[in-house]
């Protein structure tokens, strides 16, 4: 089992394999980076496994496959073949932007892929293709089609935008509510990478909109995610608020995050991180494991996304499209 310095067990493994991205959402690549990651300082598939191999035989059991865009890297599906070669039991998710589902959705199930998150931020057209910057909405409504067709479990991801987006959240609880997915409203994290015009909306606002249409009521966070749960009365729907500007979920904390070139970040709010490329390279699995540990050691007791903290220079300078969000 994995413990880490604060005594929480660590289960959860989410694993980024790209930073590339066919979206420039605002809030995450507004712009194309400099530079890319050379395609070279990426690990392999076989590398990568390497070292979830170790995580798994040492008590990982979740693992989410994310980017960047994870449907950009060729191959996936034989990757999350891999992992549930290794273990079917494992809760294997993945979480994308959707475009390219239509055309991917049976290959990743037939590979294994449990569960998706889709990230669902409007149903106007105009909208989405203002936050993403490229025209995308029918064709991630027909790759959230496609997934529920070939029997894939499906989440909504959406992150409000004041004078955005901010009108269509009960519009997207409805949507997920109808076709039987659930829905999480992510509060927006402020980053160096996003557009610094966008604001975002806060849990109680998010909360207060739904509340316009629905009696509510709060059920809890669900086990270690950092999703709070509400059900509407009138309907028995479930959804879900990730809200890390309080940091309560931190004390269940149960994750750390491996880039695509081979960081392990053990909190998505600071830079820390700690390679283990070299190790896999070598196929030095005993060094892998002790860099494992390690991160595990210095993980910090909780994030601080604040109000008054959008300029503290602890803020990790990473992106979300680096680590994955
Ligand atoms: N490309 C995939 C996607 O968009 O679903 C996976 C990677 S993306 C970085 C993972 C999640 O992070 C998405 O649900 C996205 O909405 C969220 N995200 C990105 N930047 C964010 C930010 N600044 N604040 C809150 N959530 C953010
Ligand atoms: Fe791409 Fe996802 Fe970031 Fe949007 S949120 S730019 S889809 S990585």
Request: proline share 4%.
């Given at each position: 089992?994995?413990?880490?310095?604060?005594?929480?067990?660590?289960?959860?493994?989410?694993?980024?394999?790209?930073?590339?991205?066919?979206?420039?959402?605002?809030?995450?690549?507004?712009?194309?980076?400099?530079?890319?990651?050379?395609?070279?300082?990426?690990?392999?598939?076989?590398?990568?496994?390497?070292?979830?191999k170790v995580a798994m035989d040492e008590g990982?059991?979740?693992?989410?496959?994310?980017?960047?865009?994870?449907?950009?890297?060729?191959?996936?599906?034989?990757?999350?073949?891999?992992?549930?070669?290794?273990?079917?039991?494992?809760?294997?998710?993945?979480?994308?932007?959707?475009?390219?589902?239509?055309?991917?959705s049976q290959r990743l199930k037939d590979a294994?892929?449990?569960?998706?998150?889709?990230?669902?931020?409007?149903?106007?057209?105009?909208?989405?293709?203002?936050?993403?910057?490229?025209?995308?909405?029918?064709?991630?409504?027909?790759?959230?089609?496609?997934?529920?067709?070939?029997?894939?479990?499906?989440?909504?991801?959406?992150?409000?935008?004041?004078?955005?987006?901010?009108?269509?959240?009960?519009?997207?609880?409805?949507?997920?509510?109808?076709?039987?997915?659930?829905?999480?409203?992510?509060?927006?994290?402020?980053?160096?990478?996003?557009?610094q015009s966008l604001r975002g909306m806060h849990?109680?606002?998010?909360?207060?909109?739904?509340?316009?249409?629905?009696?509510?009521?709060?059920?809890?966070?669900?086990?270690?995610?950092?999703?709070?749960?509400?059900?509407?009365?009138?309907?028995?729907?479930?959804?879900?608020?990730?809200?890390?500007?309080?940091?309560?979920?931190?004390?269940?904390?149960?994750?750390?995050?491996?880039?695509?070139?081979?960081?392990?970040?053990?909190?998505?709010?600071?830079?820390?991180?700690?390679?283990?490329?070299?190790?896999?390279?070598?196929?030095?699995?005993?060094?892998?494991?002790?860099?494992?540990?390690?991160?595990?050691?210095?993980?910090?007791?909780?994030?601080?996304?604040?109000?008054?903290?959008?300029?503290?220079?602890?803020?990790?300078?990473?992106?979300?499209?680096?680590?994955?969000?």
């Amino acid at each position: 089992m994995l413990i880490d310095g604060h005594g929480r067990k660590v289960n959860y493994l989410r694993v980024s394999v790209t930073e590339r991205c066919n979206f420039r959402c605002q809030y995450c690549m507004p712009e194309k980076p400099f530079s890319w990651v050379p395609k070279e300082n990426l690990l392999s598939f076989e590398e990568l496994f390497m070292f979830i191999k170790v995580a798994m035989d040492e008590g990982v059991d979740k693992i989410r496959i994310t980017g960047g865009e994870p449907l950009l890297r060729e191959d996936l599906d034989s990757f999350i073949k891999m992992i549930n070669d290794h273990n079917p039991d494992v809760d294997l998710a993945m979480t994308t932007n959707g475009f390219l589902l239509p055309e991917a959705s049976q290959r990743l199930k037939d590979a294994g892929l449990k569960r998706l998150n889709i990230s669902l931020d409007s149903l106007k057209a105009d909208v989405a293709a203002k936050i993403a910057q490229k025209d995308v909405l029918p064709q991630v409504l027909k790759g959230i089609d496609k997934a529920l067709e070939v029997g894939l479990k499906v989440k909504l991801n959406m992150v409000p935008l004041k004078g955005i987006n901010d009108d269509e959240i009960v519009d997207i609880l409805d949507y997920a509510q109808q076709n039987g997915m659930k829905v999480r409203f992510i509060e927006y994290m402020e980053n160096r990478h996003a557009d610094q015009s966008l604001r975002g909306m806060h849990g109680k606002e998010i909360l207060a909109k739904v509340k316009e249409k629905y009696t509510i009521r709060a059920l809890g966070r669900e086990g270690a995610s950092p999703s709070f749960n509400y059900i509407i009365e009138e309907t028995g729907y479930e959804f879900g608020l990730i809200d890390p500007h309080k940091h309560d979920f931190c004390e269940s904390c149960n994750r750390i995050r491996l880039t695509a070139e081979g960081f392990l970040i053990p909190c998505l709010y600071f830079d820390e991180a700690m390679s283990i490329a070299d190790h896999v390279k070598k196929g030095d699995i005993e060094g892998a494991s002790q860099v494992l540990a390690q991160v595990l050691k210095d993980k910090p007791k909780e994030n601080r996304w604040s109000d008054e903290n959008t300029d503290d220079e602890d803020i990790s300078s990473r992106a979300f499209y680096e680590t994955g969000g």
